[in-house]
């Protein structure tokens, strides 16, 4: 679909990835984009058609629904990730606040607004996932399963939407330069590159965007022999146990 000219919505659009989405959809020609926010303030002054939007609250869903009756194009950017393991976390307080958000809040946004963009002639629903979508790091494994999770959903979401003409697409990428990650030192890639690369793929009609070097790698890796990468995954988490040990 052509991004000129569209109504976009944006969920978690205050700040890293989203920020970055709502700045190059207007630049790009949308006619409107919804800014999703859980809270107004975070805002900043001058942006235009804030909706408040806890993705995690079906009532706030159903409300941003109701008012974003002209959407065709739907960016669901909202997520967390705790960094924590899965058996070495003292609850599963994060896993479940983690799949409450990134697995139920997006499914709730693809279910209030799939009848949307198929009113509105079909249009585009895009998932932010991960490249931890394909395979888990343990030291922050329930992150993993919840991206997971996103992107099997995704994957269904897709085959119950292709008949009403909704391109579903699915972005995969590795370390992104926002807050979610500010404590890591790994090379990450800018959200500006990222979200280029999403816009295209959106214009181009992929299902599956890699909107970075190491989803593009991966991609390839994984898809091949998956047992080394396994294998590499055990010595890191082996590592990252003594860390934390000694
Ligand atoms: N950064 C990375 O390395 C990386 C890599 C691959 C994929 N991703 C994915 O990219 C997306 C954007 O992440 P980011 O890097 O921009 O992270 P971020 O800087 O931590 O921003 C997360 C955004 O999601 C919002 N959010 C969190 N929970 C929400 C909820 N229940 N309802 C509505 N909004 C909510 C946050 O709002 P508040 O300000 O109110 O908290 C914030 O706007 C996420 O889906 C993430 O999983 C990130």
Redesign the pocket.
């Known amino acids: 679909m052509k991004i000129r000219g569209a109504i976009a919505l944006v969920?978690?659009?205050?700040?890293?990835?989203?920020?970055?989405f709502l700045r190059h959809l207007r630049e790009a020609g949308c006619a409107k984009v919804y800014a999703?926010?859980?809270?107004l303030e975070?805002l900043g002054a001058g942006i235009e058609n804030a909706v408040q939007?806890?993705?995690?609250?079906p009532e706030q869903v159903a409300a941003a629904a109701a008012r974003c009756q002209d959407v065709d194009l739907l960016i669901?950017?909202?997520?967390?990730?705790k960094f924590t393991p899965l058996l070495g976390s003292p609850t599963v307080d994060n896993a479940r606040a983690e799949m409450?958000?990134?697995y139920f809040?997006t499914l709730e946004m693809c279910r209030a607004f799939a009848p949307i963009l198929k009113q509105n002639g079909g249009g585009a629903l895009v998932n932010?996932?991960?490249?931890?979508s394909w395979f888990n790091a343990p030291m922050q494994g329930s992150?993993c399963a919840s991206?997971s999770a996103e992107w099997s959903l995704t994957k269904a979401v897709r085959f119950e939407l292709r008949n009403q003409g909704t391109l579903v697409a699915g972005?995969?990428?590795?370390?992104?330069?926002?807050?979610?990650?500010a404590a890591?030192t790994d090379p990450?890639t800018s959200?500006d590159d990222i979200v280029n690369r999403v816009l295209a793929g959106i214009e181009h009609g992929d299902e599956e965007i890699l909107a970075d070097e190491r989803s593009e790698t991966l991609r390839a890796e994984l898809l091949g022999n998956y047992a080394p990468f396994e294998s590499a995954m055990q010595q890191t988490w082996d590592e990252y146990q003594r860390r934390i040990t000694r």
């Open positions: 969920t978690g659009a205050n700040r890293g990835l989203g920020r970055a999703g926010v859980r809270q975070s939007l806890d993705i995690t609250d669901n950017n909202a997520g967390v990730a409450e958000t990134n809040g932010v996932l991960s490249v931890v992150y991206k972005v995969h990428a590795g370390y992104i330069d926002t807050e979610m990650v890591l990450k959200p």
